[in-house]
């Protein structure tokens, strides 16, 4: 990948981020002003008040519904889902793939050759129904390939992680990996980009957008706007 090329990537890669994942993220925690969109286990959330706030006020109760909300799995969820896209949006719209099941379709900068490659988003991706699922659509690929006379490899069929090393990698991916490639964070945009050191320039254009994004009083009023609404539905703590 040439230089000018991956500068303007990487450029869009920020738009991308802010349009994607910062603005449904802002979206989002404004929906969490109102106890209606919250689902709360009652017998926890007293608890979990006092446990961090020390107390189970209306504003208590609100922080540890909100909070864990804001930071939490909803929006690693979100950038997984949509980092899939990223892929094909971004980089190159000819790598989404038309093969069901398989997300993408790309050349391997290292051994150039086509590959079918799975995308999850991160070394704790799979549970043992996922890889019952994407074996199932390697065997279609697999029989694709026998019924067209494609030169299809066994190394042709790859799960893609966004990010992570091989000591993070759960059991279940372990278990995938002894009878597919598994390409891991760094390995995985190489292969994909040509560019061993795309992977960390694109976390550091990445981690440059969010270091515009400053939503501290958002979070608060959040907060705020919450607590009122407590008050207004639930009996007093």
């Not at 208590?60 to 939490?72: E, K, N």
């Not at 070394?123 to 026998?146: R, V, Y």
Request: net charge neutral.
């Amino acid at each position: 990948m040439k230089k000018a090329e991956k500068k303007k990537i990487l450029k869009k890669a920020k738009l991308w981020m802010q349009e994607n994942i910062v603005a449904p993220h802002v979206i989002n925690t404004k929906k969490l002003a109102n106890l209606d969109e919250i689902k709360i286990n009652p017998f926890l959330w007293p608890y979990l008040a006092n446990y961090y706030c020390g107390d189970s006020s209306y504003r208590s109760l609100a922080t540890v519904a909100v909070l864990p909300r804001v930071l939490g799995t909803s929006i690693t969820t979100t950038f997984g889902t949509q980092m899939q896209g990223f892929i094909s949006t971004v980089l190159d719209s000819s790598l989404g793939s038309t093969v069901p099941g398989i997300d993408i379709e790309f050349i391997d900068a290292v051994d150039g050759r086509k590959k079918y490659c799975q995308v999850k988003s991160g070394p704790q991706a799979l549970n043992n129904d996922d890889i019952e699922t994407i074996s199932n659509h390697f065997k279609g690929i697999k029989n694709l390939a026998k019924t067209n006379r494609l030169p299809l490899q066994a190394n042709d069929l790859a799960l893609g992680l966004l990010y992570g090393e091989e000591k993070e990698l759960n059991a279940f991916v372990k278990k995938f990996s002894n009878d597919y490639e598994v390409y891991i964070g760094e390995e995985f945009w190489h292969r994909l980009t040509g560019d061993k050191d795309f992977y960390y320039d694109l976390a550091k254009a990445m981690a440059e957008v969010a270091e515009t994004v400053d939503s501290q009083a958002l979070v608060d009023d959040t907060i705020d706007k919450l607590a009122k609404d407590i008050e207004k539905k639930q009996p007093k703590p």
